[in-house]
């Protein structure tokens, strides 16, 4: 089965760090700037442990035939990315010591690549996301809730 997901153009993306006053980044926000060019961008530095990217291909180009080779990697945590597909969230960001950072909405086409801390999302408008996280994932061992 395809998938194809319309969410308008995502490159470039006008990236926001959010970070703790002890300089920890706890997020990551992209902004769409409604902008086209071909290829993939990676929108995250190679070390963070989920990777994020944006690609726009054309009609007739292809990506060429791969596979990921295993690889040992430790984890430390579990992060997460919510893709806004449609609608209007607002997000709090808190820091490792469960104190809030600040608060941002995202809307359509936006992403946030959630690093450290804890969170929680406001359903401004009636919304539309994708979430995304390593795996194996048990809600029982790897959410807390405060």
Same mark, same amino acid.
């Given at each position: %089965? ?15 760090? !959010?970070?703790? +006053?002890?300089?920890? %980044?706890? +997020?990551?926000? =992209?902004? *769409?700037? *409604? ?13 963070? @442990?989920?990777?994020? +990217?944006? %690609? !726009? ?6 990506? &060429?035939?791969? =596979? ?11 992060? @997460? ?5 449609? #609608? ?6 808190? &820091? ?5 950072? &600040? ?11 959630? !690093? &450290?801390?804890?969170? #929680?999302?406001? !359903?401004?408008?009636? +919304? ?6 390593? #795996?194996?994932?048990?809600?029982? =061992?790897?959410?807390?809730? =405060?």
């Amino acid at each position: %089965m395809i998938i194809t997901l319309k969410i308008g153009s995502l490159i470039p993306m006008k990236s926001l760090e !959010i970070r703790d +006053a002890k300089g920890v %980044m706890l +997020a990551v926000i =992209f902004r *769409n700037q *409604n902008e086209t060019t071909d290829g993939i961008e990676f929108l995250t530095v190679p070390d963070l @442990e989920l990777q994020v +990217a944006t %690609m !726009i291909r054309r009609k007739g180009s292809e990506i &060429s035939r791969h =596979f990921h080779p295993s690889q040992n990697r430790l984890l430390k945590q579990t992060s @997460e990315v919510i893709v806004i597909l449609d #609608g209007l969230v607002e997000v709090d960001i808190y &820091s490792d010591d469960l104190t809030l950072n &600040s608060t941002h909405r995202l809307g359509k086409g936006e992403i946030i690549y959630l !690093i &450290s801390g804890g969170h #929680g999302f406001r !359903i401004i408008e009636n +919304a539309q996301l994708i979430e995304v996280k390593q #795996g194996p994932y048990y809600e029982k =061992f790897d959410k807390t809730y =405060f």
